[in-house]
């Protein structure tokens, strides 16, 4: 079984460590279905600067794959962030860098690359939605992060990734789980064959349009979080390479749902590889010391969760 990560890689610079972090959504799920015994690749672009390089000898030490990646001029991405508590807080970020405002596009030879996965990842941060329909028929299953702005809730943007998308993530913390469950009815209402929220320590929940499951979260003391970095995408994995290895395929899921069993275990699975997770500095270690920010660089506040 093989996943591959298609768009965002970024650097999570934490201003109270004084290191850099490789990382990025569709990284770092990548990066923990390899750790999970999957074969495992990355697909994006990689700024020419010296971050870049960074980025990209990061990720292949974790045995994931580049080689299909591209190199272009412009800076890399960088996120600011602290911990308190073992909470991670974004502070602001540059706008994603190269990878952001020229995103891969997928055709010919690509395009015969990814069909080649058995799950492809991305997510809001990628902006690869005008690539979702070309993955459709294509033969991998498609998983998509939707995060927790408002921004990537309303009709029209649901309506642009849900029909192309297996299984979608949406982080839910700061909704009762009322709201949650409306919310992943909505998805699902507008195409996405299966909707995941994670809540943090209030556990998960899972719709398909026919079952709805449930599930704890794992607790951990909280003095022993290093810091959250990368919890969600871990739950991703963990539950994405559980029902892979159940029989989860784009076959299959065209024409059933993996099973209220299925999802259960599945939850227990994303549940079981977010709590390992919060042993981690930064979202897979490989940290070095902090750059100064680019001078030309516009920083925006970040009031996402990624």
């Not at 020419?48 to 990720?59: H, M, V």
């Not at 459709?136 to 702005?149: I, M, N, W, Y």
Request: with cysteine; aromatic share 8%.
């Amino acid at each position: 079984m093989r996943v591959l990560g298609f768009g965002d890689n970024i650097v999570d610079r934490f201003v109270d460590r004084g290191i850099d972090y490789p990382g990025g959504n569709s990284v770092n799920v990548a990066v923990y279905a390899r750790r999970l015994g999957l074969e495992a690749a990355y697909l994006g672009v990689f700024g020419d600067d010296d971050l870049g390089g960074f980025l990209r000898e990061a990720i292949a030490a974790q045995g994931v794959a580049v080689d299909r990646c591209v190199v272009k001029e412009g800076e890399s991405g960088v996120s600011t962030l602290r911990v308190d508590d073992g909470d991670r807080i974004f502070l602001g970020w540059n706008g994603g860098g190269v990878t952001v405002s020229e995103p891969l596009v997928l055709e010919g030879d690509l395009l015969d690359y990814v069909s080649s996965f058995d799950l492809v990842h991305s997510s809001v941060y990628s902006r690869s939605e005008s690539e979702l329909p070309k993955l459709a028929g294509l033969g991998p299953l498609v998983s998509f992060d939707l995060s927790s702005e408002e921004e990537f809730r309303t009709p029209s943007y649901l309506d642009r990734v849900c029909p192309h998308a297996d299984l979608v993530l949406l982080s839910c913390s700061h909704l009762d789980e009322s709201a949650t469950r409306a919310l992943l009815a909505e998805a699902v209402r507008r195409g996405a064959r299966m909707a995941l929220a994670t809540r943090g320590v209030d556990g998960a929940i899972a719709h398909d349009g026919r079952v709805t499951v449930a599930a704890p979260a794992r607790a951990v003391e909280q003095e022993q979080v290093v810091d959250t970095m990368g919890c969600g995408d871990a739950f991703l994995a963990g539950f994405a390479v559980s029902l892979l290895r159940g029989g989860w395929s784009a076959v299959a899921t065209s024409a059933v749902s993996p099973g209220e069993e299925a999802i259960q275990r599945a939850l227990h699975d994303g549940a079981a590889a977010a709590y390992e997770q919060c042993f981690v500095e930064g979202a897979f270690g490989r940290g070095r010391a902090a750059e100064r920010p680019p001078v030309a660089s516009m920083w925006r506040a970040a009031e996402h969760e990624r």
